[in-house]
């Protein structure tokens, strides 16, 4: 069974800093892993996704990740907070055994990014 | 494109009324997925179809709930009667095609309020 771990409900930065998001997973096939972002009462949209290609993917608004397998980790990072930044930040691993598409999404990252 | 349109935004009703959910997928999007977001559970997938056909609802709750999708380019999501604990963010998502690369476009969700 697979699974995604975020282990920080809330980051806190401040603008210009860098952001470190963490996500480890647990998967028994080869994953696809995407980070999505949700802004205040809006659906979440992507930001990246890593599906088996260049370990480290780049995404939109700055923001790239790298798949360590060994880690079994695929972190969020960027070099500069924006205030824009601040939002909820969800990982999320697919499995494809089965041949249909089911996504287990992390329980989210809330980032907070101060002035 | 308008993306993934949803309606009503929000919705407030009193316990034992009916409340349908509206949801139009972007064109062209094969498949299209129901999903409830509250703080307690996180994003839980309640129902997928493909090509209109209902794939998996294990994740829906209770017979209280159902859903349905006409046609390509119209689903909703029922329940009746319902109770204070269906308050919660409901997000219908399409998708281009099954599989590994295939991201989620995301609506921007009904706030439910049962009273």
């Known amino acids: 069974a697979q699974s995604v771990t975020q282990l920080d409900s809330h980051v806190s930065v401040s603008e210009g800093t860098p952001v470190l998001l963490r996500c480890n997973y647990s998967?028994?096939?080869?994953?696809?892993l995407f980070w999505y972002v949700q802004h205040p009462n809006k659906g979440l949209q992507l930001l990246l996704k890593?599906?088996?290609?260049?370990?480290l993917v780049k995404g939109i608004n700055g923001f790239e990740a790298e798949f360590k397998k060994s880690e079994t980790s695929f972190h969020l990072t960027k070099p500069s907070a924006h205030m824009s930044d601040a939002a909820e930040y969800f990982c999320?691993?697919?499995?494809?055994?089965?041949?249909?598409?089911?996504?287990?999404f992390g329980t989210g990252t809330r980032l907070l990014v101060s002035p | 494109d308008a993306g993934v349109i949803q309606s009503p935004r929000h919705e407030v009703t009193e316990m034992g009324q009916e409340v349908t959910l509206r949801c139009k997928p972007i064109?062209?999007?094969?498949?299209l997925f129901w999903y409830r977001q509250t703080m307690m559970r996180g994003l839980e997938l309640l129902i997928y179809?493909?090509?209109?056909?209902?794939?998996?609802d294990s994740g829906m709750p209770e017979d209280r709930f159902s859903a349905k999708m006409p046609n390509a380019s119209f689903s909703t999501l029922k329940i009746q009667p319902s109770e204070p604990r269906d308050s919660a963010v409901y997000f219908c998502?399409?998708?281009?095609?099954?599989?590994?690369?295939?991201?989620?476009?995301f609506g921007n969700g009904t706030r439910l309020t049962v009273t």
């Open positions: 998502a399409s998708s281009l095609v099954a599989g590994r690369n295939s991201p989620l476009h």
């Open positions: 179809f493909n090509n209109n056909v209902p794939i998996d």
């Open positions: 890593y599906t088996s290609a260049a370990t």
């Open positions: 998967s028994s096939y080869s994953p696809s």
């Open positions: 064109s062209g999007h094969d498949y």
């Open positions: 999320v691993v697919n499995e494809e055994n089965t041949g249909f598409q089911k996504l287990v």
